[in-house]
T-cell receptor, first 117, second 113 residues
Framework: NAGVTQTPKFRILKIGQSMTLQCAQDMNHNYMYWYRQDPGMGLKLIYYSVGAGITDKGEVPNGYNVSRSTTEDFPLRLELAAPSQTSVYFC????????????????FGDGTRLSIL | TQLLEQSPQFLSIQEGENLTVYCNSSSVFSSLQWYRQEPGEGPVLLVTVVTGGEVKKLKRLTFQFGDARKDSSLHITAAQPGDTGLYLCAGADRGSTLGRLYFGRGTQLTVWP
């Protein structure tokens, strides 16, 4: 099983450029998440989605956009890259049924390491 | 503001030693999860604790959830180099129906042979 697949693994951008970080999961999970991880800061939630067509902001959404047109894919878009967006980005997914408990584990991809110069 | 405080931030020990990592909060969580992350990879779930006072064991790792469901600890007995990694605790929002997790900053553990 592939699980959660993120592409690319590494990327260097110039200030002001735009790009899309791809995330796909093959576990038929309804919930998907984007986090950024900075050294010594843990994981901060950028955006999340509870199903196709539904997205919402997390803790640090400024400078990012997402879409969820299918259950499998949850791309993250950077429109005008800034040095503050240099980070490692993780996509995660989980499954939750109706009335399900909030302690379902999240499955993570291996991350995209993004540098903005 | 960090909802979950982990300590210590760094831990460097010799093989065979015991250690404890702490995860504390002033908030109550419906559950708490522990993840381990290795370089170049995403976090991987180790355990979920749900009930106040719950203790779970995973080989040499012992996880405990505080009675009030505000804190947790991870104890490793006879640490091995393979235990090296970043340990993250994550609390599930008690009032959320969205499966949201709040992560601590992590404890970077290095175990030397």
């Amino acid at each position: 099983n592939a699980g959660v697949t993120q592409t690319p693994k590494f990327r260097i951008l110039k200030i002001g450029q735009s790009m899309t970080l791809q995330c796909a999961q093959d576990m038929n999970h309804n919930y998907m998440y984007w986090y950024r991880q900075d050294p010594g800061m843990g994981l901060k939630l950028i955006y999340y989605s509870v199903g196709a067509g539904i997205t919402d902001k997390g803790e640090v959404p400024n400078g990012y956009n997402v879409s969820r047109s299918t259950t499998e894919d949850f791309p993250l878009r950077l429109e005008l890259a800034a040095p503050s967006q240099t980070s490692v980005y993780f996509c995660a997914s989980s499954y939750r049924g109706r009335g399900g408990k909030s302690n379902q584990p999240q499955h993570f991809g291996d991350g995209t390491r993004l540098s903005i110069l | 503001t960090q909802l979950l405080e982990q300590s210590p931030q760094f831990l460097s020990i010799q093989e065979g030693e015991n250690l404890t990592v702490y995860c504390n909060s002033s908030s109550v969580f419906s559950s708490l999860q522990w993840y381990r992350q290795e370089p170049g990879e995403g976090p991987v779930l180790l355990v979920t604790v749900v009930t106040g006072g719950e203790v779970k064991k995973l080989k040499r790792l012992t996880f405990q959830f505080g009675d009030a469901r505000k804190d947790s600890s991870l104890h490793i007995t006879a640490a091995q180099p393979g235990d090296t990694g970043l340990y993250l605790c994550a609390g599930a929002d008690r009032g959320s129906t969205l499966g949201r997790l709040y992560f601590g900053r992590g404890t970077q553990l290095t175990v030397w042979p």
